[in-house]
């Protein structure tokens, strides 16, 4: 249901007049009015409730006679003065050392309180009034990117801002929607005070056409904007601290229902707040929406203001951290804890898959790498180192008779590899293990054999090359048999106690 605005009427409004110190001092200020005649009215020191203070507050500045004005109890370098005043001839004004700005609309400022230094960016900046009241709580420390799509309003910014001597101020001509942190980096502080329908203005001669139909479907499409520039503001400014949201409108359509719905649609990185400098102020949002208590209105019947609207929302991911450390520690040390473990995992695998035996059949292993090793030195010697180390030579008398046996033996050995190789396939991991370290030994064995036959060609005859060639295939195959099973003799081994049983034998 469309919510009409309250009546409005400016012939009560006081004039608010804000003091631009870029350019002069409360005191200065104030100095130059007594001078011209005017007096300034004081609430007196007694010490009354806040509500009390402020409708005596009001009374006082509703009862203003001629020559009379006074200070703002809520906004710092505020002055009032009677509905009839004309300022436009006075020095203080041509000067800029005076602004015309309605108390609502500092409320913007006022509230969101940036420390000097800061870097602010006000999102709708034209005409340039919030800009330059931003530039002057910051001293002109810091900077204030203030941004305007339209030209002709980009033109009267550029010339209030400069007109106020507020040098912090780097005027922007696009849309807000197009700038996030990547152009404007360092933005701490926001100011959103987007197009609205201007129902609170209370010299605003029409505020909504003839049908309530046209002005829903105005409301609506305005509410869509704003909550569409507001969740950017706190979507693609990740630095962000404070996010005034502002609108001089009494609608609710697009005050707190704009609140609400941001609110929902983001994730819990902000929460709307009552800031510590706005809590004198009385006038509240409505209860029925979730955060309508958070919001703080200017009424024209009640507080002699333009209608405005103004929430305050503070970024509150620091505060999850802080709210369950010892729960985010421990998450963190377990996931560390998994991944430590999947590492060692992982190098575990690549161990064995690298390495040219598994570590559970290291003693065959180391066997089989001496026998390695005293094999090549006898060939380079010109003998056949047997596993035990003994060195026999070959006679030319018994190479027929030794060939013969070897084969015999490489056939069984062929034969019991051949069972292994059976009896492993019933375990995948470990047959994959085991394979993946024979593979190795005997690629590596195979180029061994290349090099001894070439070195053979050039210092042996063929026909000892042919013999050397030969053993070392029973080599291969021995080397194979002790990795499969550590337990049992290997071939060379067998062959090296028949030998020994032969001579014995022979000799006998």
């Not at 094999?375 to 003998?383: M, Y």
Request: glycine residues 4%; neutral net charge; contains cysteine.
């Amino acid at each position: 249901m469309l919510t009409r605005p309250m009546p409005t009427s400016r012939a009560s409004r006081p004039r608010f007049v804000r003091i631009n110190t870029l350019k002069s001092t409360e005191d200065e200020v104030i100095n130059s009015f007594i001078q011209e005649g005017w007096h300034i009215q004081t609430l007196g020191n007694k010490r009354i409730p806040e509500d009390e203070k402020y409708n005596n507050f009001l009374q006082i500045v509703s009862s203003l006679s001629e020559r009379e004005f006074i200070k703002d109890i809520h906004i710092p370098n505020l002055l009032i003065f009677p509905g009839n005043m004309e300022f436009y001839n006075l020095e203080l004004y041509h000067t800029g050392s005076i602004l015309l700005q309605d108390k609502a609309s500092c409320m913007s400022a006022f509230l969101l309180d940036a420390p000097q230094g800061s870097t602010v960016l006000d999102m709708c900046a034209a005409p340039g009034m919030k800009t330059t009241h931003i530039a002057a709580t910051l001293g002109n420390t810091g900077t204030v990117y203030a941004i305007e799509k339209h030209p002709g309003r980009f033109d009267s910014l550029c010339q209030i801002v400069q007109q106020a001597g507020a040098s912090c101020v780097k005027p922007i001509l696009g849309s807000s929607l197009d700038f996030t942190h990547k152009e404007l980096p360092d933005v701490e502080y926001i100011i959103v005070d987007p197009t609205c329908s201007g129902s609170g203005m209370t010299n605003r001669k029409e505020l909504f056409s003839d049908t309530d139909d046209v002005s829903k479907a105005r409301l609506e499409k305005l509410a869509g904007f704003q909550c569409a520039i507001l969740r950017h503001a706190m979507q693609n400014f990740p630095k962000v601290k404070r996010i005034v949201y502002s609108t001089c409108s009494l609608c609710p359509e697009e005050n707190e229902a704009v609140v609400d719905e941001v609110l929902k649609s983001i994730p819990p990185n902000f929460k709307a707040v009552v800031p510590s400098n706005g809590t004198q102020w009385m006038k509240r949002g409505l209860n029925s929406y979730d955060h309508g208590s958070f919001g703080l209105y200017a009424r024209p019947d009640e507080d002699m203001t333009n209608g405005f609207f103004v929430a305050v929302f503070e970024r509150t991911e620091n505060e999850y951290v802080l709210k369950e450390p010892i729960d985010l520690t421990q998450a963190n040390v377990v996931k560390q804890d998994l991944n430590k473990k999947k590492k060692r995992k992982d190098k575990k695998i690549t161990d064995v898959e690298n390495a040219s035996a598994p570590e559970a059949i290291n003693p065959a292993f180391e066997r089989m790498k001496r026998a390695m090793g005293n094999f090549n030195a006898a060939v380079e010697n010109g003998s056949i180192s047997e596993l035990n180390g003994d060195t026999e030579k070959v006679s030319e008398s018994s190479k027929k008779a030794k060939k013969r046996k070897l084969i015999e033996e490489q056939e069984k050995c062929d034969q019991l590899n051949g069972d292994f190789i059976s009896l492993g396939e019933s375990s995948s991991k470990k047959k994959k293990k085991r394979h993946s370290a024979i593979d190795n030994d005997t690629n590596a064995s195979e180029n061994i054999d290349e090099g001894i036959l070439k070195k053979k060609k050039k210092e042996k005859k063929k026909k000892k090359s042919k013999e050397v060639s030969e053993i070392d295939e029973q080599q291969e195959e021995a080397n194979s048999y002790c990795i499969l099973d550590s337990t049992k003799s290997s071939p060379l081994e067998e062959i090296s106690k028949k030998k020994k049983k032969k001579k014995k034998i022979n000799s006998e």
